[in-house]
């Protein structure tokens, strides 16, 4: 089973968890930019940050036979604070990197207007960039969080394929599939999505446009709850090519939407016989390989 996480934040986790996300498939990642825990106070702590995510986080993935790559933006939370607010004046710099294959987290978290402004700029930022936008829904009233993302992405007119709406759930999940935009769901150890409650949610909308991530932090959280999922999904008796493309081809297909996409090569720590890439990028074509 080869897996991507396509929302996981490898700062805050260790050389174990490397370790153990090759032992369990994982061979990519995409980090998205986020809150820290501890408030930011000026932009130049994100700049910071930001440096860290395309560089000393790809090399040390690296070293695990993992592909990393990051999505940059200001996040919800952090939004609200004017001290933060012109780290939007920094986006255009990290946005051109190779790096970075997409805009986020961005979004709403108490549906402030700061954050709609800072989530609208944003958005028009990846259209300008010809990037995807990962867009985060809030924890509290997430079915109102939801509709109102989807609003605020309609007008910015970003089309929907290039859009994730992420944290999903049973309660989210319609509006969202009907949007045209992708469908992601963070799989928990303990509360919010389980890997038995993914498996319900595929069963009823389908494979299409769906993104499983496990989105471990320094919170309590499972870097290998991709794989749990991917086994939830055997056990339920979708075949090996569905969880491929859950797990494998359609995060492949949402971020290679930016043309940085660079998943080839030989990747150090691979063991004899694992399934090669399935496919790679030269500029913003998908050249099909592999299995
Ligand atoms: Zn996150």
Not at 20 to 43: I, K
Not at 46 to 66: K, S, V
């Amino acid at each position: 089973m080869r897996i991507f996480d396509p929302h996981i934040h490898m700062t805050s986790r260790t050389t174990d968890d490397y370790r153990a996300m090759h032992a369990a498939g994982v061979r990519a990642v995409v980090e998205p930019a986020f809150w820290l825990g501890q408030p930011r106070t000026s932009p130049d702590s994100f700049a910071d940050y930001f440096d860290g995510l395309l560089g000393w986080e790809p090399f040390r993935a690296a070293q695990f036979g993992i592909r990393h790559h990051c999505t940059i933006g200001l996040n919800p939370k952090e939004a609200n604070d004017p001290r933060c607010a012109p780290v939007i004046d920094l986006l255009p710099r990290y946005l051109a990197k190779d790096g970075v294959v997409a805009v986020g987290e961005i979004g709403f978290d108490n549906g402030t207007p700061a954050e709609e402004r800072a989530f609208a700029a944003q958005l028009a930022l990846a259209v300008e960039h010809g990037l995807p936008a990962l867009v985060h829904t809030p924890h509290r009233d997430k079915a109102g969080g939801t509709a109102r993302s989807l609003a605020v992405v309609a007008d910015s007119g970003i089309d929907p394929s290039y859009v994730v709406l992420d944290h999903l759930n049973e309660v989210t999940v319609d509006e969202v599939a009907a949007s045209g935009c992708w469908m992601g769901f963070s799989i928990y150890p303990d509360t919010k999505m389980t890997p038995d409650r993914m498996v319900r949610i595929l069963q009823r909308h389908g494979t299409e446009r769906m993104l499983v991530n496990s989105a471990a932090d320094w919170g309590h959280s499972d870097p290998l709850l991709t794989r749990a999922t991917g086994e939830a999904m055997l056990a339920a008796g979708f075949g090996d090519d569905d969880v491929d493309r859950v797990l494998w081809r359609n995060p492949v297909a949402f971020y290679g939407q930016s043309g940085r996409l660079d998943l080839t090569g030989g990747q150090p720590g691979d063991a004899p016989g694992a399934a090669a890439p399935a496919a790679h990028f030269e500029g913003n074509s998908i050249l099909r390989g592999g299995s």
